[in-house]
């Protein structure tokens, strides 16, 4: 049913991409948020890298974040904006254990038929000169990559605004009493405050602090691809923007706290240095701290609810690290439970599996 009346909550990465969307599709959509939300993907690397991030085992979050990642070249096509930030992914190893589990994982991957690559120590200095003596070897996955967060979150309320988006900046504290005829609730974490107990209780989050930095006049030219590691087990990575990188990203679970600590930055400075050494010279303009939309089972909620004052009310929450990837499979998955159907390749976030 096309021209419903319907409130997106959230004005996040995936607030944004629905609310736009949906009114592309013929919808009236008026958009909640009392500032320009988006906290989390405010402070993101942008990474798309499902299939690097992959764990053995984990087929669903694999199948879930590369269906999203195919869908990306579409969606910045209808942008019109590319906020493309690199192209590639790879993934080093600083010791032979380390490489051991990358390279199995990959493997793992490619017999799913996707492309991802075993490097060794001296093909990770071919492709990326500057990086670390002490890099074992790596994997690389050249449909990855990255896109410029603000760029994007830019983007997506431009698109929005031009297909017809209302956006109201208050804050809702329930849903019931909305005239809309659909609620689709997409407020990252605290979508909590407004969903049934069962989802709510699915939703938690993990505090990520980021550093941001850029080249000085004489530094070193640095990697072009993503750059990810895990340093004393901790993942770190760079994420290329036109002047620097993002270097991320600590993950604490101290519920609402955003505060930037001295051990989170000096802990991504190392393992940064230990990765890129030319890092030092740059220089360091920006620290933020975001809250990631956690979910106790590593997928997203996304579909349709029907119990007792939720009837016909949308969710769209708990995307964990991975907002800024998952954006246009959400958005389709929302559109399609908007007409009554569920998509087929975003089934595994549908929220019935909670009970
Ligand atoms: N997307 C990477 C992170 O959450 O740190």
Request: glycine share 10%; net charge negative; with cysteine.
């Amino acid at each position: 049913m096309t021209g419903a009346r319907v409130a997106v909550i959230g004005g996040g990465v995936i607030g944004l991409s629905i609310a736009w969307r949906a009114a592309a599709a013929g919808h009236r959509v008026e958009l909640f948020d009392p500032a320009d939300g988006s906290a989390a993907a405010q402070v993101a690397g942008g990474m798309l890298a499902p299939l690097s991030e992959a764990r053995p085992g984990e087929e669903a979050a694999l199948d879930f974040g590369a269906a999203s990642l195919e869908r990306w070249p579409g969606f910045i096509a209808d942008l019109g904006t590319d906020p493309t930030s690199a192209r590639g992914a790879l993934t080093v190893a600083l010791d032979g254990a380390d490489l051991t589990d990358r390279h199995k994982a990959a493997a793992w991957v490619a017999e799913r038929g996707h492309d991802i690559r075993p490097l060794t120590r001296r093909e990770v200095r071919d492709l990326e000169p500057t990086l670390g003596p002490s890099i074992r070897g790596g994997v690389l996955a050249p449909t990855e990559g990255s896109v410029d967060n603000r760029q994007l979150l830019a983007a997506l309320r431009a698109a929005a605004a031009a297909a017809g988006v209302v956006h109201t900046r208050t804050a809702v504290t329930e849903t019931a009493t909305l005239p809309h005829d659909r609620v689709v609730i997409a407020a990252g974490w605290r979508s909590a405050a407004l969903l049934p107990e069962r989802l709510a209780a699915m939703l938690y989050p993990a505090k990520g602090e980021i550093l941001r930095v850029r080249t000085r006049p004489g530094s070193a030219v640095g990697p072009r691809h993503v750059i990810r590691a895990a340093v004393h087990g901790r993942p770190a990575y760079l994420v290329p923007r036109a002047d620097g990188y993002v270097v991320g990203a600590t993950q604490y679970e101290h519920g609402d706290d955003r505060a930037v600590t001295v051990a989170g930055v000096r802990d991504l400075l190392q393992d940064a240095e230990l990765v890129f050494p030319a890092i030092g010279d740059y220089e360091l303009f920006e620290s933020a701290a975001g809250l990631r939309p956690m979910s106790r089972d590593d997928l997203p909620l996304i579909g349709t609810l029907d119990e007792d004052g939720y009837t016909g009310t949308i969710v769209a929450c708990g995307h964990g690290r991975n907002g800024v990837l998952l954006a246009p499979l959400t958005a389709d998955a929302v559109l399609a439970a908007l007409d009554g159907h569920v998509l087929t390749e975003a089934a595994a976030a549908l929220p019935e599996r909670v009970k």
